[in-house]
């Protein structure tokens, strides 16, 4: 038995519906950018090579770019635990569940399923 994605013997206390959305919905829009970001990687080289001869201030603005863009997801809070979703130390995985509570990263959309 669940109470808003927390087990009744979890020792997270339960959680409001609404922040839980809002809270979940920032790591995904995060980890979205961070897609986002991985999958412009070959357009943008492409068409740095298409049009200018060196690719490297291309590849340079990408790279400030993606830990930008690392920094942020990684630093997304867990909205139950409120520990960082994506790291655990200095262990940065990028799981569908928080590293420290287990909450999934979908839990919102699961319970709306249910009610
Ligand atoms: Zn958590």
């Not at 139950?80 to 655990?88: D, E, L, S, V």
Request: proline share 3%; hydrophobic share 45%; net charge positive.
């Amino acid at each position: 038995m669940t109470t808003n994605g927390v087990a009744e013997d979890s020792e997270y206390p339960p959680v409001d519906q609404a922040t839980l959305r809002q809270g979940l919905q920032t790591v995904r829009r995060r980890r979205w950018y961070l897609w986002l970001i991985i999958l412009v990687y070959m357009p943008l080289m492409m068409t740095a090579m298409k049009f200018f001869s060196s690719v490297a201030v291309a590849f340079l603005c990408w790279c400030i770019v993606m830990v930008v863009i690392v920094g942020f997801s990684a630093l997304a809070r867990c909205p139950r635990c409120g520990n960082y979703f994506h790291m655990h130390g200095l262990t940065l995985l990028y799981l569908r569940k928080c590293l420290h509570c287990q909450l999934h990263v979908c839990a919102d959309k699961r319970l709306d399923g249910k009610q």
